[in-house]
């Protein structure tokens, strides 16, 4: 058992630890501690279903640790906190700078077009962007210099 699955009370301090840790986690190649991170931070939600931030965070875990755009879609859309908001728009965003346009993108999470556009929007204004090509730049030059 980790450190985390012995106090999940650690989450409830940032509503964007859960994501940190996972996306942390993918990024050293520790897919099982992603997971694991993701399965936590479920469980805590699921113990305090009073509290959106932490059914958000859960979300947003889980969209990284399954590659799962849905569960991204889910906590941009639903984060009560506007940074950890932006940051699960941000992650979603990665599926525009691999070439879907918004109709595919919306087909893929069943969510409107509108949506998918709002949250790019969330995700170009976070990152001072304002077009897919810079998303696409910014993706490419992070993969290549393996960030």
């Known amino acids: 058992m980790t450190c985390l699955e012995a106090r999940p009370g650690l989450l409830l301090g940032d509503p964007a630890l859960a994501a ?39 979300a947003h875990s889980q969209g990284l640790a399954r590659c799962d755009p849905a569960s991204l879609a889910k906590a941009a859309a639903q984060h009560p906190d506007p940074w950890a908001r932006a940051s699960a728009a941000e992650d979603l965003g990665v599926l525009v700078a691999q070439g ?28 001072s962007i304002a077009s897919r090509v810079e998303l696409t730049r910014i993706v490419i030059e992070r993969a290549t210099d393996g960030s």
Do not use: E
């Not at 992603?34 to 931070?41: F, K, L, Y």
């Not at 469980?43 to 931030?53: G, I, Y």
């Open 20 to 58: 940190w840790l996972a996306r942390t986690a993918l990024a050293a190649g520790d897919d099982k501690s992603a997971v694991r991170t993701a399965r936590t931070a479920q469980a805590l939600a699921d113990a305090l279903p009073r509290f959106p931030a932490l059914a958000a965070a859960a």
């Open 100 to 127: 879907l346009n918004n109709n595919q993108v919306a087909a893929r999470m069943y969510i409107s077009t509108h949506t998918v556009a709002h949250h790019l929007r969330q995700a170009f204004r976070k990152l």
